[in-house]
């Protein structure tokens, strides 16, 4: 109804399987809550869909990692797109603006900041795939590995929770750091750095005009978010080859292995 007030006439439904079968999309995006992810990554599989998931891939449970290597396999293997949207990495590009020769080698440390709206343990798979996808875009491996986990501050009703762990990637070794406080106004505050040099996100409200600032310095930041869609959607309609987004696999098995952790650190 809000749509076609603004003139906008989209067919739709309430069944995925039986929108799927009468619309007959080239792709699918699956902007659901994240335990409503893999019912629809398996219809997208079984119609032959390309598509773009919201972060995270899978909803959690036992084997996360392992049920999200045999999805990316399953679409790879049938020529289809499976992209997460994880757009921070379409920000290096400005970042590396800022901080010429930074990442001309593999950094040594990393540090991210954010204001998420969510606290505690669901907060994890809400913030930790801004990190990994950075992560996973300056130092990407077939089998990197988070080590030396350690939450400060996990605890359920914590409104501030620091993530350290190491990403292990080869021969590449970074010391990371998510440091999380929730916020509850716009522009929340977001921010990240490799060794030692940050940049915050600066959001004007009045146009939804991004910058990044460092130290003084500014670049014009173009939205992440429209650059990772455009770039999916021209992966589908080129034909290009399949290839298995790390966001999903082995994104999600990092995921989990941080997950993980929880249970074993006190209270602080």
Known sequence: DGLAGAGIHPAGGTDAERLVRAL??????????????????????????????????????????????????????????????????????????????????????????????????????????????LLLAVAPHDAPRVEDVRLEGADEGTERLDIRFRYVAGDTDVASAVVLRRGRQQPREAGFGFDGREALRRVHLEDYRLELVSEGRTVPLPDPTPRLVRSFVERVSSGAAASVDPNAWPGTALLEAIDAAWPRVKTS
Do not use: I, Q
């Not at 398996?42 to 290597?69: D, F, I, N, Q, T």
């Not at 797109?81 to 593999?106: C, E, I, Q, S």
């Open 24 to 133: 007959r999309p080239d792709g699918l995006v699956v902007a659901s809550p994240a335990g409503t992810h893999e019912a629809y990554l398996a219809l997208g599989l079984e119609h032959g869909l390309h598509v773009l998931c919201e972060k995270p891939l899978l909803g959690g449970g036992p084997g996360m990692g392992e049920r999200a290597r045999r999805l990316a396999t399953a679409y790879a293997d049938r020529g289809l797109h499976l992209v997460v949207n994880t757009p921070w990495p379409y920000t290096l590009v400005a970042w590396r603006a800022l901080n010429p020769g930074v990442l001309d080698g593999a950094p040594s440390t990393f540090r991210l900041r954010l204001a998420p709206d969510s606290a505690g343990r669901r907060v994890l798979p809400v913030a930790l795939p801004h990190a990994l996808s």
